[in-house]
C-alpha cells in the first residue's frame, strides 16, 4: 500500500515551518523593536527574576473607619486586572492589613503603579459656566485690574473648540475633541494632599465642614455664600485680599465647600481644586466644580455615568491619525446619551451661559475622569450611535484610560505612598545556574538519546533545538505586544510542556520499532508508525493544552503565567511535530544509513523482524 501523499512530499511541511521562523524572526527584529541587535532579543522577565516596583495604596473613606473587606477585595480585584490588560504581566496584587493594597510589577514599573489606583469614575457633565482661574495672581497684583480677571471670558483659543467632522447628528464616534491643555496648565494632585496628623482629613465630610466655616469665620463665610457669580477682580480688584482665607485650605477642605461657592470664591484655585481626594466629585446628582487650563468650570449634574458605558477600547482615529478612546454604550446608556446630547445641542432651558459655550454657540459637554476634565468638545448635532473621548492621547494612555473605563471604577478611593524598588527574589548569579543546570541535564538527555537511538538522536536533538527557538521567539514577541513576563513559575511551565514532548519522541519511535518487529521494512514502518502513533500524541498533548486553558482561567497571579507557559510550550512542540519530526523520519527513511541497524538505532527491533521473515509460521489447523 502506498504511502499517504503528504508523506512523499515533506519539503512542504518543512518549507511551512521555515515559512513560520521567518515571520517570527522578522517580528522579533523589527516589530517594536529599539535598541541594538542584542537588546532585540532580551526577553521580558518577571519580579523574581529581574526585581521591579512595589507601591502601597491605602484606602480612605470619607468617616475614617476601615473600608469592608468585600470593597479592598473588589478594589484589588479591580487593580489587578488593569494591570494584566495587556497579556500575562505577572502582577503581584494582595491586599495587606484593613485598608492597604499592595502591588508589585517587573522591571520599572513606576508610571503604570500610578495609574492603577485610581478610581477612574467617568461622569458626562454639561458646562454651565466658565471663569478664569486667579491662582496665579496675588493681592499686590490686583492694583491694575487685568481683563483676564472678567467673570465671562469667552472660550476663544481654549480647550473648548468646536470638535471634528465625526461629531455630526447621528454619526458614529461623535465626541471629537481637541487636546486635553498641557500638564504645565492643569496641576497634577502632589503629595500636598496627603492626609496631615491631627488635621481635618480625619474627620468625616460633617466635621470637616464645620471645621471649615469655623476656619473662614461666620461672616466671611456668609459674604461667600451670597456670592451668585464669580468675583470680577477688574472691578473688584480687593477680592483677592477680601476671600484670602479660602486660599489656607488645603484640597480636601475645598472638597467639602459647596459648588457653587468653590467656583465663585475667586481664592479657591484650581491647584486646591487639582488637590482634592479622588472621587470628591463623584456624586452625579450635585453640581461639580473642576478645571481645564486656565479655567475653572461650573459642571451640570451628571446624567451619563461610567456604568452606562458596556465597552472602551484605545483605538488609532483613521480620520486624523491621532488616538483616542472608543465608547461603546449599554442599551439604557445609549438613549442617556442621546437625551444629553439633545440638551446640549439646542441649550434646553438656556442652562449654558454665554461663557461657557462653543464657537457655534451650543453647549460643551466635559467628559470627567475622577476629577479632571478630560475633554469638553461642543456638541454639533444629536448623537445617537457610540463616540469618542478624544484628548492628547498616544497608544499607551489611551489604553491604559480604556482599560480603566472597562474593568469599572474602584469601589474605594486611595492614597498612593512611595513606590519602592524590589530586589529580584532570584539573582542573576542564581538564574545563571539554573539555566546551566537545565543545559547540563538537556545535554545528558541528548547523549542518552544518541547513545539509544543513534540516528533517531539526531531527530530528537534538532527537535528541541527547533522547539527552543520557537518558544524563544514567542517569548520576545509576546513580550512586546501583550506584556508578558517569564518568571519561575513560567520556566516551570517550560520545563514540564519537555516531558510532554519526550513522550511523544518515545510514542513515536517505538511504534516504529513495532512496525519493524512485525516483519516490515524500516522504510515502509516509517509511515504506518506515524499513522499510528499521531492519534496518541494527539491526544496526549490535547489533554496537556486543556489542563493548561483550566488552569489559566480558574487561577491567578503567578500560577496563570506557568499555565500559560505550558500551553504555549505544548502547541508549539505540535508544530514541530508535524512540520519537522514526521517529515524528516520521512527523509531519514529513504537513506541508506537508516537501513544499516546499527546507523539507524533500530538494531534489535530490524534483527527481530528478520527472525519473523526467516522462520516459517507454524500451520495452523483449520477447525470444522
Known amino acids: 500500500m502506498a504511502p499517504p501523499q503528504g508523506q512523499m512530499r515533506p519539503g512542504r511541511q518543512l518549507a511551512v515551518l521555515g515559512l513560520i521562523f521567518v515571520v517570527l524572526y522578522l517580528l522579533v527584529f523589527f516589530a517594536g523593536a529599539n535598541g541594538s541587535f542584542t537588546d532585540r532579543l532580551e526577553v521580558r522577565l518577571g519580579l523574581d527574576l529581574i526585581g521591579g516596583s512595589r507601591v502601597t495604596y491605602t484606602a480612605t473613606t470619607m468617616d475614617g473607619q476601615d473600608p469592608s473587606a468585600e470593597s479592598l477585595e473588589e478594589a484589588r480585584q479591580i487593580i489587578e486586572s488593569r494591570a494584566n490588560a495587556y497579556g500575562v504581566s505577572e502582577a503581584e496584587v494582595v491586599t495587606e492589613g484593613n485598608r492597604n493594597i499592595v502591588v508589585s510589577l517587573a522591571g520599572e514599573s513606576n508610571d503604570a503603579l500610578a495609574q492603577l489606583g485610581q478610581a477612574a469614575e467617568l461622569r458626562f457633565r454639561k458646562v454651565l459656566k466658565v471663569t478664569t482661574d486667579s491662582g496665579a495672581l496675588t493681592p499686590a497684583a490686583t492694583a491694575t485690574p487685568t481683563p483676564s480677571g472678567s467673570a465671562t471670558p469667552t472660550p476663544g483659543a481654549s480647550a473648548s473648540a468646536a470638535p471634528s467632522a465625526s461629531a455630526s447628528p447621528g454619526g458614529q464616534g461623535g465626541m471629537a475633541a481637541t487636546p486635553t491643555p498641557s500638564a504645565s496648565a492643569t496641576p497634577a494632585p502632589t503629595t500636598s494632599a496627603a492626609p496631615e496628623p491631627g488635621g481635618t482629613d480625619d474627620m468625616t465630610p460633617e466635621q470637616r465642614l464645620a471645621a471649615v466655616q469655623?476656619?473662614?469665620?461666620?461672616?466671611?463665610?456668609?459674604?461667600?455664600?451670597?456670592?451668585?457669580?464669580?468675583?470680577?477682580?477688574?472691578?473688584?480688584?480687593?477680592?483677592?485680599?477680601?476671600?484670602?482665607?479660602?486660599?489656607?485650605?488645603?484640597?480636601?477642605?475645598?472638597?467639602?465647600?459647596?459648588?457653587?461657592?468653590?467656583?465663585?470664591?475667586?481664592?479657591?484655585?484650581c491647584q486646591q481644586l487639582a488637590d482634592r481626594q479622588p472621587g470628591s466629585i463623584a456624586d452625579p446628582k450635585q453640581q461639580a466644580v473642576s478645571c481645564e487650563g486656565a479655567q475653572k468650570e461650573l459642571l451640570d449634574v451628571a446624567k451619563v455615568l461610567g456604568t452606562d458605558v458596556s465597552d472602551a477600547d484605545g483605538v488609532l482615529d483613521s480620520q486624523n491619525g491621532e488616538w483616542v478612546v472608543s465608547l461603546d454604550f449599554t442599551g439604557s446608556g445609549q438613549k442617556k446619551w442621546t437625551d444629553l446630547t439633545r440638551e446640549a445641542y439646542t441649550n434646553e432651558g438656556g442652562a449654558c451661559e454665554q461663557s461657557a459655550l462653543g464657537d457655534q454657540s451650543r453647549c460643551r459637554v466635559a467628559v470627567v475622569l475622577d476629577n479632571e476634565v478630560i475633554s469638553s468638545p461642543e456638541i454639533q448635532g444629536v448623537l445617537t450611535g457610540d463616540s469618542q473621548i478624544t484628548g492628547d492621547f498616544n497608544a499607551t494612555t489611551a489604553n491604559e484610560l480604556a482599560s480603566k473605563l472597562r474593568y469599572g471604577a474602584l469601589p474605594l478611593t486611595f492614597d498612593q505612598n512611595e513606590v519602592q524598588n524590589v530586589s529580584a527574589t532570584l539573582g542573576t548569579e542564581h538564574l545563571k545556574a539554573g539555566l546551566l543546570a537545565a543545559g547540563v541535564g538537556m545535554l545528558l538527555v541528548i547523549i542518552y538519546a544518541f547513545f539509544y537511538y543513534r540516528l533517531l538522536g539526531t531527530v530528537i536533538f534538532l527537535s528541541l533545538v527547533l522547539s527552543g527557538l520557537l518558544v524563544f521567539g514567542a517569548l520576545i514577541v509576546l513580550g512586546r505586544q501583550i506584556g508578558y513576563t517569564l518568571t519561575l513559575y513560567g520556566i516551570a511551565g517550560f520545563i514540564v510542556s519537555l516531558g510532554v514532548a519526550a513522550d511523544s519522541f518515545v510514542i513515536y519511535f517505538e511504534r516504529l520499532k513495532d512496525e519493524i518487529r512485525e516483519g516490515r521494512s524500516p522504510r515502509s514502518a516509517v509511515p504506518r508508525a506515524w499513522i499510528r502513533a499521531r492519534r496518541t500524541i494527539i491526544s496526549a498533548n490535547a489533554i496537556s493544552i486543556l489542563a493548561a486553558v483550566v488552569l489559566y482561567l480558574v487561577s491567578v497571579g503567578a500560577v496563570k503565567g506557568f499555565a500559560f507557559a505550558l500551553g504555549l510550550a505544548t502547541i508549539l512542540d505540535l508544530v514541530v511535530v508535524f512540520l519537522f519530526r514526521h517529515p524528516i523520519m520521512t527523509m531519514f527513511a529513504r537513506t541508506r544509513a537508516f537501513l544499516s541497524p546499527r546507523v539507524s538505532g533500530l538494531g534489535r527491533a530490524v534483527e527481530t523482524g528478520d527472525t519473523n521473515q526467516s522462520t516459517p509460521r507454524p500451520a495452523r489447523v483449520k477447525e470444522a
Open 214 to 269: 469655623a476656619k473662614i469665620g461666620p461672616q466671611l463665610w456668609a459674604a461667600a455664600s451670597a456670592l451668585q457669580a464669580p468675583v470680577d477682580l477688574s472691578a473688584d480688584p480687593t477680592a483677592l485680599t477680601t476671600y484670602a482665607k479660602f486660599a489656607e485650605l488645603n484640597g480636601n477642605e475645598v472638597a467639602v465647600l459647596p459648588p457653587a461657592m468653590q467656583f465663585n470664591v475667586p481664592t479657591v484655585t
